[in-house]
């Protein structure tokens, strides 16, 4: 088989780059580990910036977001025993969020590729790339009990945080890991019930962190603060409901509660892999960098990192002009790192560290109160919520 560009990992930054390829006109192949059942149906994050939300409608996927998504003008920051709403929309001059969840996402690009006669083999293993040092590398890999060998020109690692394609690239010699381990975690829960608010709420509390997100009229979804190793059937329904009445209380604000139907524990990384490029393989989204979940960058990152392959690779095919595609790891790592620093910004100043002494709570107040009284650290935060434009 040849294909232009072949592309390993069927998560969003490898089905979203093989639809805008194919809109221009370029072909490629998307093979995953997992079925399409099991790509559809896991659950991960749900918010989407205004930068991903103009692509996805730009490229013809964003029907279904625009008629289930909800948009969000406005965050909640709960501290101090009170709640103050951050204005986004008005702050950043008309930007704001869309709360649609990831499976969702998935569930719509690849409904649109297959329908666009597009080449996905789900299912896949015994996944090889080779040569990405040459200029024809090559995908082997079994699939439907059938071994098969895909020439490319170019190979996309986009197989996520358990990667094997960035282990392609050189270690030290060529490839730095930047890396960060955080003493806790997130116990993440979907529970059937109504929002407890109409925007998401993100809390600050002696107790630890919490955020109240949701993901349809009828479910929740709320995460608390953990330690890494905490075990989730140690939490019944009930331990879980007061847990969050003791940390969201003092702020005033209310819960509604109902039928636990997933518990799951999240754990938090920051991770930056450079260069994003070797040869003619270019990592894509958490392959090349994990955020921790704290601002939910990671999922529009990855759209941020194939929008910028997709013009350096239609600039190749085009003119087989290289200069964009020699770019890609200085023009992807620009925002990678500002993503790093906002997600890392707004773990510190909400989560509750164990060595913390009552000058770190203090400071993590006044820093909670200045990004909610000064309009030009809510514009910042504003501005880095709901996303940088995609250029
Ligand atoms: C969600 C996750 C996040 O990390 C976040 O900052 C906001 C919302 C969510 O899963 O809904």
Same mark, same amino acid.
């Given at each position: 088989?040849?294909?232009?560009?072949?592309?390993?990992?069927?998560?969003?930054?490898?089905?979203?780059?093989?639809?805008?390829?194919?809109?221009?006109?370029?072909?490629?192949?998307?093979?995953?580990?997992?079925?399409?059942?099991?790509?559809?149906?896991?659950?991960?994050?749900?918010?989407?910036?205004?930068?991903?939300?103009?692509?996805?409608?730009?490229?013809?996927?964003?029907?279904?977001?625009?008629?289930?998504?909800?948009?969000?003008?406005?965050?909640?920051?709960?501290?101090?025993?009170?709640?103050?709403?951050?204005?986004?929309?008005?702050?950043?001059?008309?930007?704001?969020?869309?709360?649609?969840?990831?499976?969702? !996402?998935?569930? /719509?690009?690849?409904?649109? =590729?297959?329908?666009?006669?597009?080449?996905? +083999?789900?299912?896949? @293993?015994?996944? *090889?790339?080779?040569?990405?040092?040459?200029?024809?590398?090559?995908?082997?890999?079994?699939?439907?009990?059938?071994?098969?060998?895909?020439?490319?020109?170019?190979?996309?690692?986009?197989?996520?945080?358990?990667?094997?394609?960035?282990?392609?690239?050189?270690?030290?010699?060529?490839?730095?890991?930047?890396?960060?381990?955080?003493?806790?975690?997130?116990?993440?829960?979907?529970?059937?019930?109504?929002?407890?608010?109409?925007?998401?709420?993100?809390?600050?509390?002696?107790?630890?962190?919490?955020?109240?997100?949701?993901?349809?009229?009828?479910?929740?979804?709320?995460?608390?603060?953990?330690?890494?190793?905490? !075990?989730?059937? /140690?939490?019944?329904?009930? =331990?879980?409901?007061?847990?969050?009445?003791? +940390?969201?209380?003092? @702020?005033?604000? *209310?819960?509604?509660?109902?039928?636990?139907?997933?518990?799951?524990?999240?754990?938090?990384?920051?991770?930056?892999?450079?260069?994003?490029?070797?040869?003619?393989?270019?990592?894509?989204?958490?392959?090349?960098?994990?955020?921790?979940?704290?601002?939910?960058?990671?999922?529009?990152?990855?759209?941020?990192?194939?929008?910028?392959?997709?013009?350096?690779?239609?600039?190749?095919?085009?003119?087989?002009?290289?200069?964009?595609?020699?770019?890609?790891?200085?023009?992807?790592?620009?925002?990678?790192?500002?993503?790093?620093?906002?997600?890392?910004?707004?773990?510190?100043?909400?989560?509750?560290?164990?060595?913390?002494?009552?000058? /770190?709570?203090?400071?993590?107040?006044?820093?909670?109160?200045?990004?909610?009284?000064?309009?030009?650290?809510?514009?910042?935060?504003?501005?880095?919520?709901?996303?940088?434009?995609?250029?």
């Amino acid at each position: 088989m040849r294909t232009q560009v072949g592309i390993v990992g069927a998560g969003p930054a490898g089905l979203m780059l093989s639809h805008l390829l194919h809109l221009r006109g370029v072909e490629s192949v998307v093979i995953d580990l997992q079925t399409r059942e099991s790509i559809e149906q896991t659950i991960k994050a749900g918010i989407l910036e205004q930068g991903t939300v103009d692509l996805m409608r730009r490229t013809g996927v964003g029907d279904r977001l625009m008629r289930d998504g909800f948009v969000h003008h406005g965050i909640n920051l709960a501290f101090s025993g009170g709640l103050h709403r951050i204005n986004m929309y008005e702050l950043t001059g008309g930007r704001s969020v869309t709360v649609y969840a990831q499976h969702e !996402v998935l569930i /719509d690009l690849i409904a649109r =590729r297959l329908a666009d006669g597009g080449d996905v +083999r789900f299912g896949v @293993s015994d996944t *090889q790339v080779e040569d990405v040092e040459s200029e024809q590398p090559r995908i082997r890999f079994t699939h439907e009990g059938r071994q098969e060998t895909l020439e490319c020109d170019f190979v996309i690692g986009a197989d996520g945080s358990r990667t094997s394609t960035r282990f392609l690239i050189p270690e030290g010699a060529v490839r730095t890991d930047f890396f960060r381990q955080y003493p806790f975690a997130w116990f993440g829960i979907l529970a059937e019930a109504p929002p407890s608010s109409d925007e998401l709420i993100y809390a600050h509390s002696e107790r630890g962190f919490v955020l109240v997100s949701t993901r349809s009229p009828s479910v929740q979804r709320l995460y608390f603060q953990c330690d890494p190793d905490t !075990v989730v059937d /140690d939490w019944s329904d009930d =331990r879980i409901w007061e847990e969050f009445q003791a +940390r969201l209380a003092p @702020s005033g604000a *209310q819960l509604t509660t109902g039928r636990i139907f997933k518990k799951d524990v999240l754990q938090f990384r920051s991770f930056v892999c450079e260069p994003m490029q070797y040869g003619r393989l270019f990592l894509a989204g958490d392959a090349a960098h994990t955020v921790p979940p704290t601002g939910a960058k990671g999922l529009n990152l990855a759209m941020a990192d194939v929008h910028v392959l997709d013009r350096a690779l239609g600039a190749y095919y085009d003119t087989k002009d290289t200069g964009l595609l020699e770019s890609y790891t200085r023009t992807a790592l620009q925002r990678v790192w500002r993503a790093q620093w906002f997600s890392f910004w707004m773990t510190s100043m909400l989560h509750r560290f164990s060595d913390a002494s009552d000058f /770190d709570l203090r400071r993590q107040i006044a820093e909670l109160e200045l990004v909610t009284t000064s309009p030009t650290a809510a514009k910042t935060l504003a501005d880095n919520y709901t996303g940088l434009p995609l250029t």
